[in-house]
């Protein structure tokens, strides 16, 4: 296995870990994928997602799914962890904060197919379980989202 590639791809791994005290997309960062012909599923499960509310400023605590299919390029797993801790001193509601996730995935791998979900700490006697996804347009994919999107929790 030729290693060298994925040196110069990965920058995170092995060196000393920098914390972004606010949102940074930029951490992301995204290997090459070694069976883009072959369609599977990667999960990342987060459980220790943290994000502000943007009106009172009161920590949201969550865990956060991801599932993707992979195309060409796939996510770091330490680059996902440090981005997902970004959000911890960043305000926004948890519909927002899955929306942007997926988004910003979407833009760093260019998945087949991509979901998030995001299982909220109940406040003030509510929990929100927010869920976005998205397929490839004009795909298999695309199909898929719309049958997971219109299913989901069925």
Same mark, same amino acid.
């Given at each position: 296995? !030729?290693?060298? +590639?994925?040196?110069?791809? $990965?920058?995170? $791994?092995?060196?000393?870990?920098?914390?972004?005290?606010?949102?940074?997309?930029?951490?992301?960062?995204?290997?090459?994928?070694?069976?883009?012909?072959?369609?599977?599923?990667?999960?990342?499960?987060?459980?220790? =997602?943290?994000?502000?509310?943007?009106?009172? #400023?009161?920590?949201? =605590?969550?865990?956060?799914?991801? !599932? @993707?299919?992979?195309?060409?390029? /796939?996510?770091?797993?330490?680059?996902?962890?440090?981005?997902? =801790?970004? =959000?911890?001193?960043? #305000?926004?509601?948890?519909?927002?904060?899955?929306?942007?996730?997926? +988004? !910003?995935?979407? +833009?760093? /791998?260019?998945?087949? @197919?991509?979901?998030?979900?995001?299982?909220?700490?109940?406040?003030?006697?509510?929990?929100? @379980?927010?869920?976005?996804? @998205? #397929?490839?347009?004009?795909?298999?994919?695309?199909?898929?989202?719309?049958?997971?999107?219109?299913?989901?929790?069925?």
């Amino acid at each position: 296995m !030729d290693t060298r +590639k994925e040196e110069n791809e $990965l920058h995170l $791994l092995g060196g000393s870990t920098e914390y972004k005290q606010d949102y940074a997309p930029e951490v992301l960062e995204a290997f090459t994928n070694k069976h883009p012909g072959n369609d599977y599923w990667v999960r990342f499960n987060c459980p220790e =997602f943290t994000s502000l509310c943007p009106i009172t #400023g009161q920590p949201d =605590f969550a865990t956060i799914h991801i !599932d @993707y299919i992979p195309d060409v390029k /796939m996510v770091e797993s330490k680059s996902l962890k440090l981005y997902l =801790f970004s =959000f911890r001193s960043h #305000g926004a509601f948890h519909e927002d904060c899955v929306n942007i996730i997926m +988004k !910003d995935l979407i +833009k760093l /791998m260019d998945p087949k @197919y991509i979901e998030v979900t995001g299982i909220f700490t109940p406040r003030g006697g509510i929990s929100i @379980y927010p869920y976005c996804n @998205y #397929g490839r347009p004009g795909t298999k994919y695309e199909k898929l989202a719309e049958q997971r999107l219109f299913n989901h929790n069925s």
